[in-house]
């Protein structure tokens, strides 16, 4: 069996959800079908390319090394046809994409912006596959996240507008010791366990584990999960406790509480092509974007104290 594009999507899938059962979904296959597949390429590059868990799927060294140059791969040649297309009549319609529901609201105000202009809509399960499909020019508009440690991108084909910062806050079972501080410190939980989501590729958990450093403890970790149910399961369990947004589901045995200080903070952000017909626009687009953020009570976060609360 030679290799194809749809092998190294395939790997490329498999690595961003960590799981055989949500790809095969994606690719509209069945988990039996995905799994011989990938037992068929795995023969072709020599060795196994995923670690098969409980918890899901996560790259072997090999599988590392076959996914940068499979995502290198596919990149150059979704260049390639965006190119291509360039060279044709200008686009007839607006392909936008992202995380979290500002997606689904902001292409409803696109038109105010790109009139008579048809917008097509998808949404991501990870914040790193929008914006490679934004680079790889298969979306023209992303609405993605990242984490105030990290540095975008001021090179390359990429454009980006930071909208809102977001303190991500902690929730706990009701009867938790620290449950009835109004602010929490982080270091006040390095005895607790904690459950976290998987990697997203843009810095989680890697700012968790930081903020914890600088707090000078290292967190307990017995839990990786997906599905935000599934940890709110857990807490309201008193099995572990998690980082969250502000809009966590509380309740029922769950509490949501700041942490003060603000350790921890997502960043909302679009991202554009440079060369796309959305530039031009950005500042237009960024502002509207900005309007449904506030509208829904997402603020930007106050620099942090010094030993207490953010003001």
């Known amino acids: 069996m030679d290799l194809e594009l749809r092998h190294l999507r395939t790997i490329c899938l498999l690595a961003d959800t960590g799981?055989?059962?949500?790809?095969?979904?994606?690719?509209?296959?069945?988990?039996?079908?995905?799994?011989?597949?990938?037992?068929?390429?795995?023969?072709?590059?020599?060795?196994?390319?995923?670690h098969r868990g409980r918890?899901?799927?996560?790259?072997?060294?090999?599988?590392?090394?076959?996914?940068?140059?499979?995502?290198?791969?596919?990149?150059?040649?979704?260049?390639?046809?965006n190119d291509i297309t360039a060279r044709g009549?200008?686009?007839?319609?607006l392909r936008v994409g992202g995380v979290?529901?500002?997606?689904?609201e902001l292409s409803a105000r696109?038109?105010?912006?790109?009139?008579?202009?048809?917008?097509?809509?998808?949404?991501?399960?990870?914040?790193k596959l929008v914006t490679d499909l934004v680079r790889a020019g298969r979306l023209d508009l992303g609405t993605t996240m990242d984490y105030?440690?990290?540095?975008?991108?001021?090179?390359?084909?990429?454009?980006?507008?930071?909208?809102?910062?977001?303190?991500?806050?902690?929730?706990?079972?009701?009867e938790h010791p620290m449950a009835e501080k109004p602010f929490i410190r982080l270091e006040d939980l390095a005895e607790?366990?904690?459950?976290?989501?998987?990697?997203?590729?843009?810095?989680?958990?890697?700012?968790?584990?930081?903020?914890?450093?600088?707090?000078?403890?290292?967190?307990?970790?017995?839990?990786r999960l997906y599905e935000r149910s599934e940890i709110r399961d857990l807490i309201a369990d008193r099995r572990a406790i998690a980082p969250c947004q502000a809009d966590f589901d509380a309740g029922n045995g769950v509490v949501v509480r700041p942490l003060d200080g603000a350790p921890l903070q997502l960043r909302h952000l679009l991202v554009w092509r440079r060369d796309s017909t959305v530039h031009q626009a950005s500042d237009r687009i960024a502002k509207l974007a900005r309007e449904l953020l506030n509208r829904n009570e997402v603020k930007e976060a106050p620099t942090p104290s010094e030993g207490g609360p953010a003001a």
């Open 19 to 50: 799981s055989v059962t949500k790809a095969a979904a994606a690719l509209s296959t069945s988990q039996p079908a995905l799994t011989t597949q990938l037992q068929r390429i795995e023969r072709e590059v020599g060795g196994p390319l995923f």
């Open 192 to 223: 607790c366990p904690w459950a976290l989501t998987p990697p997203d590729g843009t810095g989680w958990p890697e700012c968790f584990y930081l903020a914890c450093q600088r707090a000078g403890f290292s967190p307990q970790v017995p839990y």
């Open 110 to 127: 696109l038109p105010e912006v790109f009139p008579n202009v048809p917008v097509h809509v998808r949404t991501e399960y990870s914040p």
């Open 148 to 174: 105030v440690d990290r540095d975008l991108p001021s090179d390359g084909p990429l454009a980006w507008a930071m909208l809102a910062v977001d303190p991500l806050h902690v929730a706990l079972w009701e």
């Open 55 to 81: 918890s899901g799927v996560r790259p072997t060294e090999l599988g590392e090394f076959v996914l940068v140059r499979a995502r290198g791969v596919l990149l150059s040649m979704d260049d390639l046809l």
């Open 100 to 104: 979290g529901p500002l997606t689904v």
């Open 89 to 93: 009549a200008s686009p007839s319609i």
